[in-house]
């Protein structure tokens, strides 16, 4: 048994607490999405204050003999906006971490790296490993086509008031045309057989909109009828 989500979670609750709101439900669900691919990472990076980034700047200039990593100063970088987060992967033990791009931890023969960065993409993040010039491989930003300009004189991206709860439970079944066929003609007969009674799931599943937690109520109530157990019409308080 791996690391436990909430663990996981938690590990990077304080980068998260101060990003743009939007960013910030983006990012747990980017936490969430890794870790259901069976990669755990933490966010290393969030909201970088103006003080903070100017001495990142300093690093590598100014007779500082460390690396350069920054050619942004303050103001200048999407992290001061608290619309940017670093990562990197979680190791099994909890503690450390890894910026080995070609690691597999959960040995699916996909670099976990990778599907981190599919996932996020998925979010709407753009990778920073995508950029030609200074290939910034931990690095995501959520801009809503917003320049670095626009936000230093004062535009700020829309807050999208969206619980991280909400999944596929509630989006209509994934199905194909035919896939629907055939549960429309499963579920029409048990209509026609008493088994359910509320016409309204059969309409449901013609409009293609039958989501995944309704077909399982609907399972349930079919189970609980092959036991013999009392049932009252599944309409009722839906
Ligand atoms: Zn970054």
New binding site residues.
């Given amino acids: 048994m791996g690391l436990q989500l909430e663990f996981i979670l938690s590990k990077s609750s304080k980068r998260l607490s101060d990003l743009h709101p939007t960013v910030k439900i983006a990012a747990e669900k980017l936490i969430i999405n890794s870790y259901k691919r069976g990669v755990p990472i933490v966010i290393t990076?969030g909201l970088?204050t103006f003080a903070e980034q100017n001495a990142l700047y300093a690093q590598g200039r100014f007779g500082d003999k460390k690396p350069v990593v920054t050619n942004a100063k303050a103001g200048e970088?999407?992290?001061n906006y608290g619309v940017?987060?670093?990562f990197a992967l979680l190791l099994p033990d909890g503690k450390n971490v890894s910026w080995d791009m070609q690691r597999d931890g959960d040995g699916d023969r996909q670099c976990d790296w990778l599907e981190v960065v599919e996932e996020a993409k998925k979010l709407g993040f753009l990778w920073?490993g995508d950029w030609i010039n200074f290939k910034?491989s931990?690095?995501?930003?959520m801009t809503f086509g917003l320049t670095i300009k626009d936000f230093q004189s004062g535009k700020r991206p829309p807050i999208v008031k969206e619980s991280i709860k909400e999944d596929e439970d509630n989006m209509p079944l994934p199905l194909n045309d035919y896939e629907w066929k055939m549960l429309n003609g499963i579920w029409s007969q048990r209509y026609n057989k008493g088994e359910i009674t509320d016409w309204k799931w059969i309409d449901k599943i013609r409009c293609k909109q039958l989501n995944a937690g309704e077909l399982a109520f609907l399972n349930a109530v079919i189970a609980a009828k092959k036991d013999c157990l009392s049932v009252e019409a599944e309409s009722a308080g839906m």
Wanted: aromatic residues 14%.
């Fill in positions: 990076q970088r970088s999407f992290h940017a987060i670093d920073g910034d931990p690095h995501f930003e």
